[in-house]
């Protein structure tokens, strides 16, 4: 497909869009950012309304809304309740094995409540940080939303990950309570969430409580004082439904959520009360033009920012209606999320390329199946859209007749930073251009602006309010990390490269760090090659990503082995097992490659872009720092 063709959306689009003009709201925007964001700011409710829209005094740490009083929940749950949004659906939700369960705003806000005052009875106060690794059910939810209303802080961890990935992330939050499930379905079959989170305490120390929701019904292993079913908690009188929400400061914790980076500890990031709920609703209202009709489905995972922000506090702080599924989407048949779509009118999907290629190779009958014409836009998010997967969804999932959102952001800037509108004309590939409020740069070594449709590192120029605040407990790494590579200019390094083309429109190439992306999840290639060589068979191992038809890149691992290991058929098998045991099973390796050396540079850093580059046949490009 000819990716600089436009795609104009039509007539349709243009009628029932809220914003007719791009560019008029975005250099508004832009000459008084900060009036642009207070007028969001507005549309939420505040305890306390805010002295200061944003301090910039300490760089880079900002801070927004400064002085405000809010809690999320104020916006996601309360206000609803004094207005007909009360009765409206807040969420339905689909398990795999096909039961449902709806929840208004009125009875999300009394599961909140109930969790929240649980949560209160094990001691958990504000402040805390309490760990989900849950699977996709109601409950994942409401523990999300029970912590922020008493102003505990969560972190979710997703459920794809292993016992040592959880609990490494459980003591570096230092949390005391882990709230989890017996398991979830996934096709066909009981996940063991709950045994997975056994063997992570047994690794952590600061472990007290373990809060069980039953789903599966499978049995598990509780231990007294530490393990508790949900269900017989809430039967408790404890478990009023009725909580008051805790008064937060703007810039206080909303939550911590790890993210890969560069080096091997994963990183931690804060996000706030405050702005992030100005940030999220805002985003999610004019990107996808969000009416009080909507069913929305974003099919992310809430362990992920996408599910945080849009699946979860976007929606709800707008009053929208959600949709949930719980397993995969070709349980049983590849029509399962078509048929859910015809099933509840879902309006809007948001979904990863990944999802879409992973359906398009089942071909259209499965789609022509269903009469999903109530569709009116999509959205992709996680990594670059292929052409081919592109025009399948816009011809085939749209009916070419849904405009596709492809949203560029981050877990570090917890919205949406390059997106289309409704009215904004399409090129496939394209993310389009910067949200309001942002000023984008694809600039060179020195931070210098490169020519139109010169590749270069991807540069945020300005704070927003959705940005995280830094890497919990660690300044110095959130600033080394984003904000070192071009001080001087101030600018945030996303970690991406891209290029702008005459129009002014952004493409995003892909991660210029040693982030790999499979399958739109993110992953580091030092907790890869840590996992290998936790084998002891390897010595030196070194991940890197190959392109891959359905996941986007998949993971090929080089190894040294020990003196007087061989490579062979068995110990290859046995590494990607290794690996993916480790790591969890989405971190499981393509492939291993067995080396007797691998390109380093003098100062002793592996060069994977040299692997990268010889694996792909292409220019090894500029090599004077290899060593030997
Ligand atoms: O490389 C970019 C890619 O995903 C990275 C961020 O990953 P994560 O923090 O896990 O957040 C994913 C969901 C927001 C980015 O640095 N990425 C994200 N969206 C797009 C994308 N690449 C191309 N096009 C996108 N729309």
Same mark, same amino acid.
């Given at each position: 497909?000819?990716?600089?063709?436009?795609?104009?959306?039509?007539?349709?689009?243009?009628?029932?869009?809220?914003?007719?003009?791009?560019?008029?709201?975005?250099?508004?925007?832009?000459?008084?950012?900060?009036?642009?964001?207070?007028?969001?700011?507005?549309?939420?409710?505040?305890? $306390?309304?805010?002295? $200061? /829209?944003?301090?910039?005094?300490?760089?880079?740490?900002?801070?927004?809304?400064?002085?405000?009083?809010?809690?999320?929940?104020?916006?996601?749950?309360?206000?609803?309740?004094?207005?007909?949004?009360?009765?409206?659906?807040?969420?339905?939700?689909?398990?795999?094995?096909?039961?449902?369960?709806?929840?208004?705003?009125?009875?999300?806000?009394?599961?909140?409540?109930?969790?929240?005052?649980?949560?209160?009875?094990?001691?958990?106060?504000?402040?805390?940080?309490?760990?989900?690794?849950?699977?996709?059910?109601?409950?994942?939810?409401?523990?999300?939303?029970?912590?922020?209303?008493?102003?505990?802080?969560?972190?979710?961890?997703?459920?794809?990950?292993?016992?040592?990935?959880?609990?490494?992330?459980?003591?570096?939050?230092?949390?005391?309570?882990?709230?989890?499930?017996?398991?979830?379905?996934?096709?066909?079959?009981?996940?063991?969430?709950?045994?997975?989170?056994?063997?992570?305490?047994?690794?952590?120390?600061?472990?007290?409580?373990?809060?069980?929701?039953?789903?599966?019904?499978?049995?598990?292993?509780?231990?007294?004082?530490?393990?508790?079913?949900?269900?017989?908690?809430?039967?408790?009188?404890?478990?009023?439904?009725?909580?008051?929400?805790?008064?937060?400061?703007?810039?206080?914790?909303?939550?911590?959520?790890?993210?890969?980076?560069?080096?091997?500890?994963?990183?931690?990031?804060?996000?706030?009360? =405050?702005?992030?709920?100005?940030?999220?609703?805002?985003?999610?209202?004019? /990107?996808?033009?969000? $009416?009080?009709?909507?069913?929305?489905?974003?099919?992310?995972?809430?362990?992920?920012?996408?599910?945080?922000?849009?699946?979860?506090?976007?929606?709800?702080?707008?009053?929208?209606?959600?949709?949930?599924?719980?397993? +995969?989407?070709?349980?049983?048949?590849?029509?399962?999320?078509?048929?859910?779509?015809?099933?509840?009118?879902?309006?809007?999907?948001?979904?990863?390329?990944?999802?879409?290629?992973?359906?398009?190779?089942?071909?259209?009958?499965?789609?022509?199946?269903?009469?999903?014409?109530?569709?009116?836009?999509? =959205?992709?998010?996680?990594?670059?859209?292929?052409?081919?997967?592109?025009?399948?969804?816009?011809? /085939?999932?749209?009916?070419?007749?849904?405009?596709?959102?492809?949203?560029?952001?981050?877990?570090?800037?917890?919205?949406?930073?390059?997106?289309?509108?409704?009215?904004?004309?399409?090129?496939?590939?394209?993310?389009?251009?910067?949200?309001?409020?942002?000023?984008?740069?694809?600039?060179?070594?020195?931070?210098?602006?490169?020519?139109?449709?010169?590749?270069?590192?991807?540069?945020?120029?300005?704070?927003?309010?959705?940005?995280?605040?830094?890497?919990?407990?660690?300044?110095?790494?959130?600033?080394?990390?984003?904000?070192?590579?071009?001080?001087?200019?101030?600018?945030?390094?996303?970690?991406?490269?891209?290029?702008?083309?005459?129009?002014?429109?952004?493409?995003?190439?892909?991660?210029?760090?040693?982030?790999?992306?499979?399958?739109?999840?993110?992953?580091?290639?030092?907790?890869?090659?840590?996992?290998? /060589?936790?084998?002891?068979?390897?010595?030196?191992? +070194?991940?890197?990503?190959?392109?891959?038809?359905?996941?986007?890149?998949?993971?090929?691992?080089?190894?040294?082995?020990?003196?007087? $290991?061989?490579?062979?058929?068995?110990?290859?098998?046995?590494?990607?097992?290794?690996?993916?045991?480790?790591?969890?099973?989405?971190?499981?390796?393509?492939?291993?490659?067995?080396?007797?050396?691998?390109?380093?540079?003098?100062?002793?850093?592996?060069?994977?872009?040299?692997?990268?580059?010889?694996?792909?046949?292409?220019?090894?490009?500029?090599?004077?720092?290899?060593?030997?």
């Amino acid at each position: 497909m000819d990716s600089k063709k436009f795609v104009f959306p039509s007539e349709d689009v243009k009628n029932y869009a809220t914003i007719q003009s791009y560019d008029d709201l975005y250099d508004e925007s832009i000459a008084d950012r900060e009036t642009f964001w207070a007028n969001e700011a507005k549309r939420l409710d505040w305890y $306390k309304p805010w002295d $200061k /829209v944003l301090d910039d005094s300490r760089h880079p740490f900002y801070k927004w809304f400064v002085g405000g009083k809010t809690n999320i929940i104020q916006n996601a749950i309360d206000r609803h309740l004094k207005t007909a949004t009360r009765n409206k659906l807040a969420l339905i939700w689909e398990g795999e094995p096909g039961d449902l369960k709806t929840y208004s705003y009125h009875a999300l806000n009394r599961e909140v409540a109930e969790f929240a005052n649980i949560l209160k009875a094990m001691g958990v106060h504000k402040g805390d940080i309490v760990t989900i690794y849950m699977p996709q059910i109601p409950e994942q939810i409401f523990a999300m939303l029970a912590c922020a209303k008493i102003g505990a802080a969560h972190s979710v961890v997703y459920g794809g990950f292993s016992h040592e990935a959880l609990a490494e992330r459980i003591n570096a939050a230092n949390s005391r309570v882990v709230i989890t499930a017996d398991g979830g379905f996934r096709r066909g079959k009981a996940t063991k969430l709950k045994d997975i989170v056994n063997k992570a305490m047994e690794l952590s120390p600061t472990m007290e409580v373990c809060i069980t929701v039953k789903r599966t019904g499978e049995e598990v292993y509780m231990e007294n004082d530490r393990d508790y079913w949900y269900h017989d908690l809430k039967a408790l009188p404890i478990a009023s439904h009725k909580c008051a929400t805790e008064e937060m400061d703007a810039e206080d914790m909303l939550f911590l959520l790890y993210t890969s980076g560069s080096t091997g500890k994963p990183k931690g990031l804060v996000h706030t009360h =405050g702005g992030y709920s100005v940030y999220t609703s805002a985003t999610h209202r004019m /990107v996808f033009d969000i $009416k009080p009709e909507d069913r929305w489905w974003c099919a992310a995972d809430p362990g992920w920012i996408t599910g945080h922000s849009y699946m979860v506090y976007g929606p709800l702080i707008n009053g929208s209606t959600i949709f949930m599924y719980e397993g +995969a989407p070709n349980h049983p048949y590849p029509d399962r999320w078509w048929r859910m779509i015809d099933k509840y009118g879902i309006t809007v999907l948001y979904t990863s390329p990944t999802a879409i290629r992973g359906l398009m190779r089942y071909g259209e009958s499965w789609v022509n199946r269903h009469d999903i014409s109530s569709l009116r836009l999509l =959205g992709s998010v996680g990594e670059p859209i292929n052409p081919e997967a592109w025009r399948w969804y816009h011809e /085939v999932v749209g009916n070419k007749q849904c405009p596709i959102m492809d949203t560029w952001w981050q877990t570090e800037t917890g919205g949406f930073v390059i997106t289309p509108l409704p009215i904004t004309p399409l090129k496939p590939g394209s993310a389009t251009k910067p949200f309001f409020g942002h000023e984008i740069g694809v600039v060179d070594e020195q931070g210098k602006d490169v020519a139109a449709n010169d590749v270069g590192a991807l540069v945020i120029k300005n704070p927003w309010p959705g940005m995280a605040r830094t890497i919990m407990g660690d300044d110095e790494r959130y600033n080394e990390t984003y904000w070192s590579k071009f001080e001087k200019q101030k600018y945030y390094h996303a970690g991406d490269s891209a290029r702008k083309d005459e129009d002014g429109y952004y493409w995003i190439i892909g991660r210029s760090d040693d982030v790999i992306k499979v399958s739109g999840y993110r992953l580091g290639t030092a907790e890869i090659e840590s996992a290998a /060589v936790s084998h002891p068979d390897v010595a030196e191992a +070194a991940a890197i990503p190959l392109p891959h038809e359905l996941k986007g890149s998949g993971i090929h691992v080089y190894v040294i082995l020990k003196a007087g $290991k061989e490579g062979n058929k068995e110990l290859a098998k046995e590494l990607l097992d290794h690996v993916a045991k480790v790591m969890g099973p989405i971190a499981r390796p393509e492939e291993i490659i067995f080396a007797d050396s691998l390109p380093k540079t003098r100062s002793g850093k592996i060069m994977r872009r040299v692997l990268k580059a010889r694996a792909l046949g292409e220019d090894e490009g500029d090599l004077s720092t290899l060593d030997d």
